[in-house]
């Protein structure tokens, strides 16, 4: 079992539990619970900044569109976006697929919570910052943007589905070593790593406190794989994440 904070849709504050994540178990005060007996708030209420192109396979297949103009390099620096708050939404919430759109992207991702403001981090002190991690699944219209925001494609309400709790930071020996799944209907449709970032966590999170800060409950989604799996209305879909848990959502029609 795994030290945890879970946030109970009952409850205002968060409370200690013990997770399986495997399992999709917890125990509160010595009653254990299955994960889809209990309905949760998203553990996560800061501002939601994304690394895009932090997985190599994504980089490598947009590396066509840097070398033309007007870049003719891929960045050097990381490239962030943001996910507002109407974007956060909970295990178990319904995702609202819009009316003109027939499927939506996965993205399938580790989120790391910071405890304290970060600024200027050094990869060494990376860790002492990490609050704890949770399962993300970025969410997106399917999109070819490069060289401009993809805002109208990622920013709609509830695209940024996290949970169903946050794993304590020093429960994890490993987070650039996880595994992640993605399930649709019950159904494997990827496999990947946090082994393949292109920027380690550590690194990331040094890099990108070299210009910007992050504050207390703020959450970084360390980057999200490439040619995730796609679902439409109707779908169940999963996103596990080794060592985190699993992040179960529906997908409805917008109507």
């Given at each position: 079992m795994m030290k945890s904070k879970a946030y109970f849709s009952d409850s205002k504050i968060p409370v200690q539990?013990?997770?399986?994540?495997?399992?999709?178990?917890?125990?509160?005060?010595?009653?254990?619970?299955?994960?889809?007996?209990?309905?949760?708030?998203?553990?996560?209420?800061?501002?939601?900044?994304?690394?895009a192109l932090n997985f190599k396979d994504t980089l490598e297949n947009y590396k066509h569109a840097f070398e033309q103009e007007p870049y003719k390099a891929p960045p050097e620096a990381p490239v962030m976006y943001i996910k507002p708050i109407n974007t956060i939404t909970a295990e178990k919430a319904s995702i609202p697929l819009p009316n003109h759109e027939s499927y939506l992207q996965t993205g399938p991702s580790l989120g790391v919570v910071f405890n304290e403001t970060a600024t200027q981090v050094t990869k060494e002190e990376a860790f002492n910052y990490i609050k704890g991690y949770t399962v993300i699944n970025d969410l997106s219209i399917p999109h070819e943007s490069v060289h401009r925001p993809a805002i109208k494609e990622k920013a709609r309400d509830k695209f940024c589905p996290a949970g169903p709790w946050l794993i304590q930071a020093d429960q994890i020996n490993n987070p650039d070593d996880l595994d992640i799944y993605v399930y649709i209907?019950?159904?494997?449709?990827?496999?990947?790593?946090?082994?393949?970032?292109?920027?380690?966590?550590?690194?990331?999170?040094?890099?990108?406190?070299?210009?910007?800060?992050?504050?207390?409950?703020?959450?970084?989604?360390?980057?999200?794989?490439d040619n995730a799996p796609t679902a439409q209305a109707g779908d169940e879909v999963t996103v596990h994440v080794q060592e985190v848990g699993s992040l179960t959502n529906t997908i409805t029609s917008e109507s």
């Open positions: 539990v013990n997770v399986d994540p495997d399992q999709n178990e917890l125990i509160y005060q010595n009653d254990r619970y299955k994960k889809h007996d209990v309905t949760f708030n998203a553990p996560i209420s800061g501002t939601v900044y994304g690394a209907n019950g159904e494997l449709k990827m496999s990947h790593s946090t082994s393949n970032l292109v920027r380690s966590i550590p690194q990331l999170i040094a890099d990108i406190t070299a210009f910007m800060t992050f504050y207390a409950g703020d959450t970084l989604i360390v980057g999200v794989p």
